[in-house]
């Protein structure tokens, strides 16, 4: 397994960043914990593209207008020019919204979920709720300190705001990708440790179910894929991204040193500059979230 990429920081001072894009020669990314929108440009300078309540997924409309889904409010808001409007009411699939992908043509594939039944937090010695973010593992198993059971599903937004179930029973839908073809769907099933596939039919919807890759012990949050049809997967269990190949071949692996990995994205003229988004866990009080870059051999495909 290669591990020579050279790693060197992009952004720091953030709380819990998501979502990261490449648009218009800027990074794109949501700060969940900040209710912001933020747009790194070619300078270094960060800007503040809209505030939103607890802020996720990110994709382009085809005008280029930002599509941003909040995660409680249960909403995908339209940005344009600083100001964000409430566009899709998806509250009816679920009790939050997480990532998005947004194709060319106005389609988004939307992860939507509900928590199973609660989890009874860690007790101390003395009886006090105790932290467990020294053991990612067992903190990422147990839901997030959530829920060890999420009911998920993928809600397909059409170009015209219509709204319809295309996926159900995902035990924690997370990162969406889409090849370059526009005709297969891959999603991180965080809580059991895979990537599934779909077929894209002609109307969006999603069939063919099957299992992409195994990565037992992982949990797999954000993804993107490559030019040679592998995907850089975000595993926050194990502190690392990964590069895996379909059938779950890993040939690339890039530590984080004990924070989580949260997200990934492709980027730069050449789209062969890899964001990785990284935190410390989240059950630590005033916890900070980073964005690194390195650069690598194949390029960006597909959707984000």
Not at 276 to 302: F, K, N, Q, T, Y
Request: aromatic share 6%; with cysteine; charged share 20%.
């Amino acid at each position: 397994m290669l591990n020579s990429f050279e790693v060197s920081p992009v952004v720091e001072g953030l709380r819990f960043a998501e979502g990261p894009r490449w648009r218009d020669g800027s990074l794109w990314f949501s700060d969940i914990e900040q209710n912001k929108v933020l747009r790194l440009d070619a300078a270094g300078v960060l800007h503040t593209v809209a505030e939103i309540e607890r802020p996720s997924g990110l994709g382009f409309l085809p005008d280029g207008t930002l599509l941003v889904s909040s995660m409680t409010t249960r909403t995908l808001f339209r940005v344009r020019d600083g100001h964000a409007a409430a566009a899709v009411d998806l509250s009816a699939l679920g009790s939050v919204l997480n990532d998005m992908v947004v194709l060319p043509n106005g389609r988004a594939y939307v992860d939507c979920y509900r928590p199973g039944p609660a989890f009874a937090a860690l007790a101390g010695p003395n009886g006090e709720p105790q932290a467990d973010a020294v053991d990612v593992q067992r903190y990422y198993v147990n839901g997030l300190g959530m829920s060890p059971s999420l009911r998920g599903e993928i809600a397909l937004v059409t170009e015209d705001g219509g709204v319809r179930r295309v996926a159900e029973d995902i035990n924690y839908p997370n990162g969406l990708a889409v090849t370059p073809d526009g005709g297969t769907l891959v999603v991180s099933v965080s809580h059991e440790c895979k990537l599934i596939a779909f077929d894209i039919s002609a109307d969006g919807g999603l069939t063919r179910p099957r299992i992409w890759a195994e990565l037992p012990g992982r949990h797999p949050d954000g993804i993107c894929l490559d030019s040679e049809g592998a995907v850089w997967v975000a595993c926050v269990a194990t502190s690392s991204f990964v590069r895996v190949l379909e059938g779950g071949r890993i040939t690339h692996q890039i530590p984080t040193h004990g924070r989580w990995a949260v997200a990934v994205a492709l980027g730069g003229a050449d789209r062969r500059t890899l964001y990785m988004v990284s935190m410390e866990s989240a059950d630590l009080p005033g916890h900070r979230s980073w964005i690194d870059m390195a650069r690598v051999d194949a390029p960006g495909a597909g959707w984000p």
